[in-house]
C-alpha cells in the first residue's frame, strides 16, 4: 500500500540557511529525488534540492492539459524493469496499472509491430514466406529469442539476409537517422539493440517481469518521494547559480577542491544529476546531445491511434506520436496526441538535452570533465545526464538506491 502523502516543502533559495542542510542534490528526476529521501529518511540527513525548473520529477513530470488529459511534457514514460528492488522501492509511494506498452510501425500506411517479429514477418512477407522465414530464425537462434539488427545482418544465409535487409530499410534506417542525425552503422550498436527482432508472436514493446504506469501520474509519484520533512526544495534554482566552485590551479584540467554554497565550503555530500558540463560551465567544450521538440493535438475522439505508440520509420519527419489515453488509462471524450521531432542540442539556455549520444569519443570528452570533480569526496554524479548514459528510469533509481547505500545505509 502507499504511504501517507505529506506536501513537499517548497522554499526560496534566497531564504534558506545552508548551516540548516546535511546535504544537497541537484535535480529532482529519479536520480535527484531517490537520493533525497534515501539519505533523510535512512541517513536522518537534512536534505536540501535544487531544481532549476519550475517544477519537480525532472522527465517524468507529467501534467493535465487543456483538454483535462493526463500527458507527459518531456517524453513519453513507460515503467517496466526486472529489478524487484527498485519496483518494490517505489511501490511504497505509488499504485501502478498493469498497462502493456505496444507499439506498431506506419510502414507507408499499414501497422507492424515493433519490435518485428513473427507477426510483423507476416505483414512484409506474406504468410507463407513468412513461415519458411520464421522456421529459419527459430533454427538459427531458437524460438521466443531476441536478436539484434546487426547480429541479423552478420548471417550469411541469403534469405536471413533478406529478413535483415527488409527490417534494417524499413524499421532502423529512416527512424535513426531522424532520431541521431546518424546512420544505424554510426550509433553505437547498444542503441539498436535496444529494439531488437524478437523471434516471437509477443507484440509488447517490453518483456520485463513488470511493467506500468503510476496510477495517479509521475508528478505525484515525485510529491509523494519528496514529501519528507527532512527534505526542502527549491525550484528554478540552477546549481551554477548558487555553487562557488574552487580549484586547485588556474589550469583549465585543475580539479574541484571545494563547492560553496552561499559563501560556506560544503562539506556534506552533494549529488548532482545535471550536465556535467554545464556545470563548469562547457570548459572543454559542450558534449553531444540529442534535443527534441513536441507538438501536442487534442482531438474530439476516445482515440486516434491504434496504439499507444506509432513509429514512423519510413516517412513523416517526426520519428513517432503518442497517445496518453493509452499509457494512462485515462478515459476521456477527448485524446491528446504528441509528435516527437529530434534534433541537435547547440543552445543550453532554450533546449533540453535529453539523450547522450553515445561513442567512444564522447565518453573520452565526458571523462575530461569527470576528472576535474574527482578529487573531491563529497561530490557524488548520478543520473542520465551526470553520468551522460542511456538509462532507463528504473535503472536510474537502482543507481541512486546504491549511492544512498553507500553514503549513509548497509553500505556505509
Ligand atoms: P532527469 O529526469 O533528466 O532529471 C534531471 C533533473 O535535474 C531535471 O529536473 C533537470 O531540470 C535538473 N537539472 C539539470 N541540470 C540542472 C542544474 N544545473 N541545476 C539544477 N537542476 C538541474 N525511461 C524508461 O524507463 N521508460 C521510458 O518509457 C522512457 N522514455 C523516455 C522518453 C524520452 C523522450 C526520454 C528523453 C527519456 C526516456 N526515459 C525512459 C529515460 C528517463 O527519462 C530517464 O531514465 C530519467 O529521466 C533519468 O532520471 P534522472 O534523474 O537521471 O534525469
Ligand atoms: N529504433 C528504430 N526504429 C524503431 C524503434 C527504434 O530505428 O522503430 C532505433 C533508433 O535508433 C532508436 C533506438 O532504436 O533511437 C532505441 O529505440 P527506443 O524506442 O528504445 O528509444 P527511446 O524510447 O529511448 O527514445
Redesign the pocket.
Given at each position: 500500500g502507499r504511504e501517507p502523502v505529506m506536501a513537499v516543502n517548497y522554499a526560496d533559495f534566497r531564504d534558506i540557511a545552508i548551516e540548516d542542510y546535511d546535504a544537497v542534490v541537484v535535480g529532482s528526476g529519479f536520480a535527484g529525488a531517490v537520493s533525497a529521501r534515501q539519505l533523510a529518511e535512512e541517513g536522518g540527513l537534512r536534505v536540501l534540492v535544487i531544481e532549476k525548473r519550475a517544477h519537480i520529477a525532472g522527465n517524468m513530470y507529467d501534467e493535465y492539459d487543456e483538454a483535462g488529459v493526463l500527458v507527459h511534457r518531456y517524453?513519453?514514460h513507460i515503467f517496466h524493469t526486472n529489478d524487484q528492488r527498485a519496483y518494490d522501492y517505489l511501490a511504497r509511494f505509488t499504485e501502478w496499472s498493469s498497462y502493456q506498452h505496444r507499439?506498431l510501425?506506419d510502414w507507408y500506411g499499414t501497422y507492424m509491430p515493433?519490435p518485428f517479429n513473427k507477426n510483423s514477418m507476416e505483414i512484409a512477407f506474406g504468410d507463407e514466406k513468412a513461415a519458411r522465414l520464421i522456421e529459419k530464425l527459430v533454427d538459427t537462434f531458437g524460438d521466443e529469442r531476441k536478436v539484434t539488427i546487426n547480429e541479423l545482418r552478420a548471417q550469411e544465409d541469403p534469405e536471413l539476409q533478406e529478413v535483415a535487409d527488409f527490417v534494417y530499410q524499413n524499421?532502423?534506417?529512416y527512424?535513426?537517422q531522424k532520431?541521431?542525425g546518424l546512420t544505424?552503422e554510426e550509433?553505437d550498436p547498444s542503441?539498436?539493440a535496444?529494439?531488437p527482432v524478437f523471434i516471437s508472436r509477443d507484440n509488447r514493446?517490453f518483456q520485463d517481469a513488470f511493467q506500468g504506469m503510476p496510477v495517479d501520474g509521475y508528478t505525484r509519484l515525485f510529491e509523494n518521494l519528496l514529501g519528507h520533512e527532512k527534505i526542502t526544495v527549491c525550484l528554478s534554482t540552477e546549481a551554477e547559480s548558487v555553487f562557488d566552485l574552487v580549484f586547485a590551479g588556474r589550469e583549465e584540467d585543475a580539479p574541484l577542491e571545494a563547492i560553496h554554497i552561499k559563501g560556506v565550503p560544503f562539506a556534506g555530500p552533494i549529488v548532482y544529476t545535471g550536465p556535467l558540463d554545464e556545470l563548469f560551465l562547457g570548459r572543454f567544450g559542450r558534449l553531444p546531445y540529442r534535443s527534441l521538440d513536441f507538438v501536442y493535438e487534442t482531438f474530439d475522439e476516445t482515440y486516434h491511434l491504434p496504439c499507444g505508440t506509432v513509429?514512423y520509420?519510413v516517412t513523416e519527419d517526426y520519428?513517432?506520436i503518442t497517445e496518453f489515453t493509452y499509457l494512462t488509462g485515462q478515459e476521456s471524450d477527448k485524446t491528446t496526441i504528441m509528435k516527437e521531432y529530434s534534433h541537435s542540442y547547440d543552445d543550453p539556455e532554450s533546449q533540453i538535452p535529453y539523450?547522450a549520444i553515445i561513442s567512444e569519443e564522447n565518453t573520452a570528452h565526458y571523462n575530461r570533465y569527470l576528472a576535474l570533480t574527482e578529487k573531491l569526496p563529497n561530490f557524488h554524479p548520478l543520473g542520465r545526464l551526470a553520468e551522460y548514459r542511456?538509462y532507463n528510469m528504473d535503472v536510474i533509481i537502482g543507481r541512486a538506491l546504491a549511492l544512498a547505500d553507500e553514503l549513509v545505509g548497509e553500505g556505509a
Amino acid at each position: 500500500g502507499r504511504e501517507p502523502v505529506m506536501a513537499v516543502n517548497y522554499a526560496d533559495f534566497r531564504d534558506i540557511a545552508i548551516e540548516d542542510y546535511d546535504a544537497v542534490v541537484v535535480g529532482s528526476g529519479f536520480a535527484g529525488a531517490v537520493s533525497a529521501r534515501q539519505l533523510a529518511e535512512e541517513g536522518g540527513l537534512r536534505v536540501l534540492v535544487i531544481e532549476k525548473r519550475a517544477h519537480i520529477a525532472g522527465n517524468m513530470y507529467d501534467e493535465y492539459d487543456e483538454a483535462g488529459v493526463l500527458v507527459h511534457r518531456y517524453g513519453p514514460h513507460i515503467f517496466h524493469t526486472n529489478d524487484q528492488r527498485a519496483y518494490d522501492y517505489l511501490a511504497r509511494f505509488t499504485e501502478w496499472s498493469s498497462y502493456q506498452h505496444r507499439v506498431l510501425a506506419d510502414w507507408y500506411g499499414t501497422y507492424m509491430p515493433v519490435p518485428f517479429n513473427k507477426n510483423s514477418m507476416e505483414i512484409a512477407f506474406g504468410d507463407e514466406k513468412a513461415a519458411r522465414l520464421i522456421e529459419k530464425l527459430v533454427d538459427t537462434f531458437g524460438d521466443e529469442r531476441k536478436v539484434t539488427i546487426n547480429e541479423l545482418r552478420a548471417q550469411e544465409d541469403p534469405e536471413l539476409q533478406e529478413v535483415a535487409d527488409f527490417v534494417y530499410q524499413n524499421v532502423f534506417l529512416y527512424y535513426t537517422q531522424k532520431q541521431w542525425g546518424l546512420t544505424p552503422e554510426e550509433v553505437d550498436p547498444s542503441v539498436t539493440a535496444r529494439v531488437p527482432v524478437f523471434i516471437s508472436r509477443d507484440n509488447r514493446y517490453f518483456q520485463d517481469a513488470f511493467q506500468g504506469m503510476p496510477v495517479d501520474g509521475y508528478t505525484r509519484l515525485f510529491e509523494n518521494l519528496l514529501g519528507h520533512e527532512k527534505i526542502t526544495v527549491c525550484l528554478s534554482t540552477e546549481a551554477e547559480s548558487v555553487f562557488d566552485l574552487v580549484f586547485a590551479g588556474r589550469e583549465e584540467d585543475a580539479p574541484l577542491e571545494a563547492i560553496h554554497i552561499k559563501g560556506v565550503p560544503f562539506a556534506g555530500p552533494i549529488v548532482y544529476t545535471g550536465p556535467l558540463d554545464e556545470l563548469f560551465l562547457g570548459r572543454f567544450g559542450r558534449l553531444p546531445y540529442r534535443s527534441l521538440d513536441f507538438v501536442y493535438e487534442t482531438f474530439d475522439e476516445t482515440y486516434h491511434l491504434p496504439c499507444g505508440t506509432v513509429n514512423y520509420t519510413v516517412t513523416e519527419d517526426y520519428t513517432r506520436i503518442t497517445e496518453f489515453t493509452y499509457l494512462t488509462g485515462q478515459e476521456s471524450d477527448k485524446t491528446t496526441i504528441m509528435k516527437e521531432y529530434s534534433h541537435s542540442y547547440d543552445d543550453p539556455e532554450s533546449q533540453i538535452p535529453y539523450y547522450a549520444i553515445i561513442s567512444e569519443e564522447n565518453t573520452a570528452h565526458y571523462n575530461r570533465y569527470l576528472a576535474l570533480t574527482e578529487k573531491l569526496p563529497n561530490f557524488h554524479p548520478l543520473g542520465r545526464l551526470a553520468e551522460y548514459r542511456y538509462y532507463n528510469m528504473d535503472v536510474i533509481i537502482g543507481r541512486a538506491l546504491a549511492l544512498a547505500d553507500e553514503l549513509v545505509g548497509e553500505g556505509a
